[in-house]
């Protein structure tokens, strides 16, 4: 476990695919990681000097991007991606977090059975309906316990902490100390209390 | 005693101080990959207790971890610097989280330390251990999936914890909480205490 710095590959999992931009001392592991990594941008992923992505995998459609900053360390997370999920600097993020930039199918229920209709084995390649998606964006400092869930369009700012278990439905202003399903403000920067 | 799984698919063996009473089931050494302990009992698995495939045990240094008779793991995320133990005849669905730390300080610029500590050894130390407040979970507790066990949490005899909730602070027993933050919901009655 401990030798990975130097002359390891990047990825266990075999050569990085196109799209996939790494600064130095990234270290990728589980051969799952990239499997689902279908993104046609030139830097659909760019991960930043010594970061760790361990056992994490990213689910990432023709048109997403992600990108992570430096001295991240992300384990077993899920990230998927239809649009843009920007990371900041010296992020923490644990066991089973989900990060997602959309809900996947349309709320109308029509546009529901046209979508599962065109996502099934006889859909014939129809083509689905419009999904919404909203830019995820989390700031530097931010630490995200286990089993964590980010919605889409939530902005988190620099230096929150997200309790454990914690569904993220709305923004998070800096420094807050957020917990709860919906995520409620526990307490802001200064530790002031909010109750 | 034979530290190696047949058929194990991880190359691995379960560590030396790991204590496995008669009848107890491991099902693959990737669980303990992550476990660090030191102690003379790092983990004790009582008579009968079973780990499945989605433990994980993240025991550092000083951690030491109990499960008791006949107590079931299906996929319980340990992560462990102090004591976290669970009593006999205990039921863990999957994906449960039990912590007695968060493995990161609150302030952001020691976190940062810590980030660059790792990324040069990345040695799973050091992401150090912070405030450790044992978890005690009693005897015939049932934890629902995806749940989250905070640091310091005592959970009593006969609990149940609903799936999905995220529980700090303290269970009475025979009683049933639920959500996130978890919440009392009501009081097991008397006929559903029998065990017969």
């Keep these: ?195 | 005693m034979n530290r190696t799984i047949a058929g194990d698919w991880h190359d691995g063996v379960i560590p030396e101080n790991v204590v496995m009473h008669p009848g107890c089931y491991v099902e693959t050494s990737y669980s303990f990959h992550l476990c660090r302990s030191r102690r003379a009992q790092g983990v004790v698995l009582g008579e009968g207790c079973s780990a499945y495939l989605g433990c994980m045990f993240d025991i550092g240094e000083r951690g030491s971890f109990k499960a008791g008779r006949c107590t079931l793991l299906n996929g319980l995320w340990l992560i462990c610097d102090s004591n976290v133990s669970i009593g006999d005849y205990g039921l863990v669905s999957w994906n449960v989280v039990i912590m007695d730390n968060y493995r990161a300080p609150r302030d952001a610029a020691a976190r940062r330390a810590m980030l660059h500590r790792f990324a040069a050894s990345r040695e799973p130390a050091s992401l150090a251990p912070v405030d450790a407040k044992p978890v005690s979970i009693g005897n015939n507790v049932w934890i629902g999936f995806d749940c989250c066990i905070l640091p310091g949490t005592v959970i009593e005899d006969g609990a149940v914890i609903g799936a999905r909730s995220v529980v700090s602070g303290h269970v009475p027993a025979y009683a049933v909480y639920a959500g996130n933050p978890a919440r009392f919901v009501r009081r097991l009655v008397n006929e559903e205490l029998r065990a017969d």
């Design chain 1, 1 to 195: 476990m401990s030798e990975a710095a130097t002359n390891q590959p990047v990825w266990d999992g075999g050569s990085l695919p196109a799209g996939v931009i790494v600064g130095q001392g990234v270290v990728i592991r589980g051969t799952a990681a990239l499997q689902r990594f279908r993104s046609q941008h030139a830097d659909g992923l760019t991960v930043g000097e010594s970061s760790t992505l361990d056992g994490v995998q990213f689910s990432v459609g023709p048109q997403g991007r992600i990108r992570i900053g430096r001295f991240c360390c992300l384990t077993n997370a899920i990230l998927m991606c239809d649009e843009q999920i920007n990371i900041g600097d010296y992020v923490l993020i644990g066991w089973n977090v989900v990060i997602a930039d959309t809900d996947f199918h349309p709320l109308a229920p029509a546009q529901r059975v046209a979508d599962a209709v065109a996502c099934s084995p006889i859909g014939n390649d129809r083509s689905r309906p419009n999904v919404e998606c909203r830019p995820v964006s989390i700031g530097s400092d931010v630490f995200i316990g286990p089993n964590a869930t980010i919605l889409k369009g939530v902005r988190i700012g620099d230096g929150a902490w997200i309790e454990p278990g914690s569904v993220v439905t709305r923004d998070v202003a800096v420094g807050a100390h957020v917990g709860g399903n919906p995520a409620k403000v526990i307490a802001l920067q200064d530790g002031e209390s909010v109750r």
